[in-house]
């Protein structure tokens, strides 16, 4: 079983996570990570603060000569720019963790919630999770991302091999694989930052590859769409999600949204891209699928076609133009104070959501196929 924690403040010292779980023998660098790391701190439409941060990683235990030993890996992230404690804050900000959290902890300085609740946090995840995608790689799944909407530009995603979209993706600074919405959404971001607001946004998650029989339908907690979901919903500002087209499926009748079984490949007319999406086993398998409206998961478990996930970002609360609130130092009304933000993080949301993803497939993977020692995976894989 693979688990991590993450600890850090956003202007603390540093953040951290622990990594626990990961097979001795696995090739593991900081390159690995820092490459995810310097994906999640691009992106139109962020804050200065990118500018004053370039994230690397410290491995500090669980590797030697380049590979895991099979105990925890404890990475460290420095914050850059930090601002020190800065003066205690009263008014909390609406669609942010600030008045529930304070009324939680019994605390009466908001940073102290702030601090922790931040999106900053999410930089130990990407860690951990470019640890995950590693492993992953190692079995030929693949993990990746593009953005479908910002701020109501939505953009019409082209019928193109998955690797393709993630490379058109990864050359847009909006991970838009569409150049004329990419623009727009662009534009969008603009007009949203001259008014002094923000803007939100869906991305798409999918991972290729994927073998038949992770997760289970036995219980409710091991069904691979219900970790998959609490994985993706715990990235702050995500409040929605569904698995495949889920809710163009619920306006269908049945027989329109099942993704009927064939028994050869040649139902696909022959077609290598999709082949190519497909897990080993299921292109050995004699029987394939002509389309994926399920997402890759049915009764909680992989079905061997690649798993598509789209989440919806709401806009960052933070925005230059103040919103009503309470000091709750006097009881009296307020009106909240901008503190920097970005004004769009759908594009880095997207690469969190990849380590993420990353993180509950290499999960399931390793509980399948169990092993402590990277050969040992092997060895079961074939």
Not at 281 to 302: D, K, M, Q
Request: charged share 25%; hydrophobic share 45%.
């Amino acid at each position: 079983m693979l688990r991590f924690l993450t600890a850090g403040e956003s202007h603390g010292p540093c953040l951290m996570s622990i990594v626990e779980g990961v097979p001795a023998g696995l090739p593991l660098t900081p390159g690995d990570i820092n490459r995810d790391l310097r994906r999640r701190q691009g992106g139109y439409g962020r804050s200065g603060r990118m500018e004053i941060e370039r994230d690397e990683v410290a491995i500090l235990s669980g590797i030697s000569a380049g590979r895991t030993i099979g105990a925890p890996v404890a990475l460290r992230i420095e914050n850059a720019g930090r601002s020190g404690s800065g003066e205690r804050v009263s008014v909390p900000r609406p669609g942010h963790a600030d008045l529930a959290g304070a009324v939680k902890y019994n605390l009466d300085d908001l940073r102290l919630v702030a601090e922790r609740a931040s999106a900053r946090e999410t930089a130990a995840r990407v860690a951990a999770g470019a640890i995950a995608r590693r492993l992953l790689l190692e079995f030929g799944v693949a993990v990746g991302s593009y953005v479908a909407e910002i701020g109501g530009v939505v953009a019409d995603i082209p019928d193109l091999p998955l690797v393709r979209l993630w490379e058109l993706a990864e050359a847009a600074d909006v991970r838009c694989p569409v150049s004329e919405a990419a623009e727009a959404m662009r534009r969008r971001i603009d007009e949203a930052r001259a008014a002094g607001d923000s803007v939100g946004g869906v991305f798409v998650v999918a991972a290729s590859g994927v073998p038949v029989g992770l997760g289970s339908h036995v219980h409710w907690d091991r069904r691979l769409d219900g970790r998959l979901a609490q994985a993706l919903l715990s990235i702050p500002a995500v409040k929605g999600l569904e698995i495949g087209p889920a809710f163009e499926n619920a306006r269908l009748l049945g027989t329109r949204v099942q993704d009927e079984i064939f028994p050869e490949a040649g139902g696909l007319g022959g077609s290598p891209d999709v082949l190519s999406t497909l897990a080993p086993p299921l292109r050995r398998s004699g029987f394939v699928r002509r389309t994926n409206r399920a997402g890759g998961i049915e009764g909680g478990i992989s079905n061997g076609q690649p798993i598509v996930l789209r989440a919806a970002m709401k806009p960052i609360p933070t925005t230059v133009t103040p919103l009503r609130s309470v000091d709750l130092a006097t009881g009296k009304a307020a009106m909240t104070e901008y503190l920097r933000s970005d004004v769009c993080a759908v594009p880095a949301a997207a690469v969190v959501g990849e380590a993420m993803v990353a993180w509950v497939l290499a999960d399931a993977l390793l509980e399948k196929l169990g092993g402590d020692h990277i050969e040992e995976m092997k060895a079961r894989w074939k």
